[in-house]
């Protein structure tokens, strides 16, 4: 659709209020972000300067040098300074050996000041800045190769989820998808892995559910779909995920082997994985920071709230998420072609007119963000095991999708609830996508809500409750976005702030702290 069409008649002034109001309701947040550092941003600042790799017993140099650290210093300094200072003094030729000595107690770290300071600033900022730098490299390489081979001749990017657990078998199913007309291809990660407090090494074999998120396996996988995609003469494109203890890492590893999508929700981790909020703002807040830099496309995970919630009756509350998302990717520095702004098709096909709500919904999440990529999500919830249902089922969100111009369709598959699905169920699947958008075409220039019929006024309903819920969430005691979270009001979680997993890795920032990778990621925002 385009950005110039309105079909919905939205009051320009409620749209307005809606960002105003996301504004007023994130900003708190980013400010508590900004007041604090956690273990996996000073790893990750360690991973850009290019420390890698694990001890004999799998626990990666950055957990262990990092560890150290804090031990000796605490983490609200940041772990850049003592670091840099300890090399200085000669107590190790470089990271990776300080990470060895460290790990066996050998080395003690101290914060230095004055000229050992100003010494310690300027050499960690040169060293973390090579990674920066490289992580450049990576993006102008992406768009140089897409410009050599092609890239995807229409939208919306057919988005296929390719993972087996083990990496080698990942390889040639993502190659036959991309073949087969898929043009991203999602691993996704092992059953877990956002709650380790560590990224696993090398390539891995043994996932559950998925594949572990390593350097490694990013590096294996698109290295063959940049095969693929010479051997198509279409660019590709690949999807990991940036999210739980280890976001800020991960992101940086994606960001350094060429990644061009990560699942990336600012929300998703505190309420399905229960996950620290205040961890958790904080890793996201760097992560896309390095997203931004390295011309990565985010993709957020509002279709998670409708299988807890019903899709109807919360419909307001995947607005009010997007809203959130889109304010808080913005800070970052993110940009509106890099926001793959998350929603589903999970309304109970028993309800009347689902389809038309479907639509209405669809199509007020493509009119408020004319400009950004929206990944659109296929039914699972009401997926009942009955194949022939599932695959019509897929078929009615592959319609909406086409209607309402969605820039990132996910493929649905008719065994969804039943098995993993089969290459042949991924074909079948494929096959209902592209009968779907080569029927269409651009039927979506031809679709043209009623004035002031079903689908508007549902769509306009939905903006005026997301813009209730902003408010009272702005008008929540202490900070308001923190306390809704706490109340349960996103995807029927309560998550309390001073909760959840890896909260003992947060640090609140002393007036001393210093973190190169942080200073040049906000120069450039």
Request: net charge negative; aromatic share 6%.
């Amino acid at each position: 659709m385009s950005p110039r069409v309105k079909k919905l008649a939205l009051d320009p002034a409620d749209v307005r209020r809606a960002r105003s109001l996301a504004r007023k309701a994130g900003r708190p947040v980013v400010q508590i972000a900004k007041q604090h550092t956690t273990v996996s941003v000073e790893r990750a600042t360690l991973r850009l300067a290019g420390l890698s790799g694990a001890d004999p017993d799998g626990t990666p140099w950055v957990n262990r040098l990092v560890d150290a650290v804090r031990a000796d210093t605490g983490l609200e300094h940041g772990v850049a300074l003592p670091v840099w200072h300890a090399l200085a003094q000669g107590r190790a030729s470089d990271l990776r050996q300080l990470a060895e000595r460290a790990g066996s107690g050998d080395v003690r770290f101290e914060i230095p000041e004055g000229r050992a300071e100003s010494k310690a600033r300027t050499a960690s900022r040169k060293q973390v800045g090579s990674g920066i730098k490289q992580i450049d490299k990576r993006r102008v390489e992406r768009e140089r190769m897409i410009s050599k081979v092609g890239d995807a001749p229409r939208k919306p990017w057919i988005y296929l989820i390719v993972a087996t657990g083990d990496i080698y078998e990942d390889i040639p199913q993502a190659q036959a998808a991309a073949k087969a007309g898929a043009d991203v291809i999602a691993v996704i990660r092992s059953t877990g892995q956002s709650l380790l407090d560590f990224v696993p090494e090398g390539a891995t074999r043994e996932g559950f559910a998925g594949t572990y998120a390593t350097q490694e396996n990013f590096r294996l996988m698109r290295a063959a779909l940049d095969e693929t995609s010479r051997e198509l003469g279409r660019y590709v494109r690949l999807t990991n995920y940036a999210s739980g203890l280890c976001m800020p890492e991960i992101a940086t590893l994606a960001g350094l082997e060429r990644l061009d999508m990560m699942l990336n929700d600012s929300m998703y981790g505190i309420l399905f994985r229960d996950i620290n909020p205040i961890r958790t703002f904080v890793d996201q807040r760097f992560s896309r920071q390095i997203h931004a830099r390295a011309g990565i496309i985010i993709n957020t995970g509002e279709d998670n709230y409708l299988t807890t919630a019903d899709a109807v009756e919360a419909a307001h509350t995947v607005t009010t998420s997007q809203l959130l998302n889109e304010y808080f990717a913005k800070e970052a520095g993110l940009e509106d072609w890099q926001l793959g702004l998350g929603h589903a098709f999970e309304i109970d096909p028993d309800v009347p007119e689902s389809f038309r709500l479907e639509l209405a919904h669809a199509l007020l999440a493509r009119e408020l963000f004319p400009h950004a990529p929206l990944k659109w999500m296929p039914p699972t919830r009401h997926m009942t095991g009955d194949v022939f249902r599932g695959y019509l089922l897929d078929g009615f969100f592959n319609l909406v999708g086409a209607l309402t111009d969605q820039g990132i369709l996910l493929v649905g598959m008719m065994t969804e609830a039943v098995v993993t699905p089969w290459l042949s169920d991924r074909d079948l699947a494929l096959q209902n996508v592209r009968y779907v958008m080569d029927a269409a075409g651009g039927l979506h220039e031809d679709f043209v809500p009623t004035p002031g019929g079903f689908i508007q006024k549902r769509a306009d309903a939905v903006l005026q409750e997301a813009n209730g819920l902003l408010q009272d969430i702005i008008d929540h005691p202490g900070t308001g976005l923190l306390e809704a979270i706490a109340d349960g009001t996103f995807g029927l979680m309560k998550r309390p702030a001073d909760g959840g997993k890896g909260l003992d890795g947060v640090a609140k920032k002393s007036k001393a702290y210093y973190n190169p990778a942080s200073e040049i990621l906000e120069e450039k925002s």
